[in-house]
């Protein structure tokens, strides 16, 4: 084995960077179902009701990781550093987050379809808003 072949064996990445972040979402995502398995183990061996949060909070908590995913690949397009993605994440997740507080009693009351739908239109505002933003203090 020569120089160059043991220098290209090392140069290649071990994992491509798809399938790590499907083992990242797969190790999350385990994660929280242990979570969920021992919360429902404890509050069985110890008599008491299951610990779960109400479904304003639920609904916010999953449609918050899941604007900050869109977020992400949607500013990765357009070659952002990485303090720009950062800004942009937390500037989306705020706008999110006080849309769900102002209207929090139709979010906690809204049919799971409904809820859906309105969230997919929130979803696109508030990327085209960031993208825009993007654009507007890329060009200063």
């Known amino acids: ?19 790590r972040d499907n083992l990242i979402y797969l ?6 179902v242990a979570l969920l398995v021992a919360d429902l183990f404890y509050a ?3 008599g008491r009701e299951m610990w779960m949060p109400s479904r ?10 899941l604007l900050g995913y869109f977020v ?16 942009c994440l937390i500037f989306a997740s705020v706008v999110h987050l006080a849309i769900g507080f102002v209207f ?16 997919v239109l929130e ?4 990327v085209q808003l960031v993208l825009q933003g993007l654009q507007y203090f890329r060009s200063q």
């Open 104 to 119: 929090r009693h139709a979010v906690g009351q809204l049919p799971g379809i409904s809820f859906s739908a309105l969230v």
């Open 123 to 126: 979803y696109f505002i508030v």
């Open 56 to 65: 304003l909070a639920l609904r916010l908590v999953y449609t918050t990781i």
């Open 72 to 87: 992400v690949r949607e500013i990765r397009k357009v070659k952002a550093t990485v303090f720009q993605v950062l800004a």
């Open 1 to 19: 084995m020569g120089h160059a072949q043991r220098r290209s064996l090392f140069s290649e990445p071990l994992m491509k960077p798809r399938t």
């Open 44 to 46: 069985d061996s110890h």
């Open 27 to 32: 190790g999350v995502g385990l994660g929280i």
